[in-house]
């Protein structure tokens, strides 16, 4: 059974910053694109970053580029989001995802799996 299990997020202020991780089992890590996506309230789930099997190739949103970074240690089967220079707009449940793809790229239609969400709130 394969299980995504985020931690790391909680309650920050403005400019502050806060590291993810999504530890993942059941599956062979290494052959995944991961990927985290985020949902705030009333909206739907966007992508924020993607990372490919091998951490050679990523993908930012607008929104992430130059504040987030995504990373992997599939000795670990871990997939990390460094979060900088936090906004209250970047608040929303973060729910981290996989697909088996060779591409660096997935959209949450595509992934295969995904993991409970871990709540982010930025206050201001």
């Known amino acids: 059974q394969v299980q995504l299990v985020e931690s790391g997020g909680g309650l920050v202020q403005a400019g502050g910053s806060l590291t993810l991780s999504c530890a993942a089992s059941?599956?062979?890590?290494?052959?995944?694109?991961m990927g985290w996506f985020r949902q705030g309230p009333g909206k739907e789930r966007d992508v924020v970053s993607t990372?490919?099997?091998?951490?050679?190739?990523?993908y930012y949103a607008d929104s992430a580029k130059g504040r987030f970074t995504i990373s992997r240690d599939n000795a670990k089967n871990t997939v990390y989001l460094q979060m900088n220079s936090l906004k209250p707009e970047d608040t929303a449940v973060y729910y981290c995802?996989?697909?088996?793809?060779?591409?660096?790229?997935?959209?949450?239609?595509?992934?295969?799996?995904w993991g409970q969400g871990t709540q982010v709130t930025v206050s201001s």
């Open positions: 990372i490919s099997w091998s951490g050679g190739s990523t």
């Open positions: 995802a996989a697909d088996r793809t060779l591409a660096g790229f997935f959209t949450a239609a595509q992934a295969d799996y």
């Open positions: 059941g599956l062979t890590f290494s052959r995944y694109a």
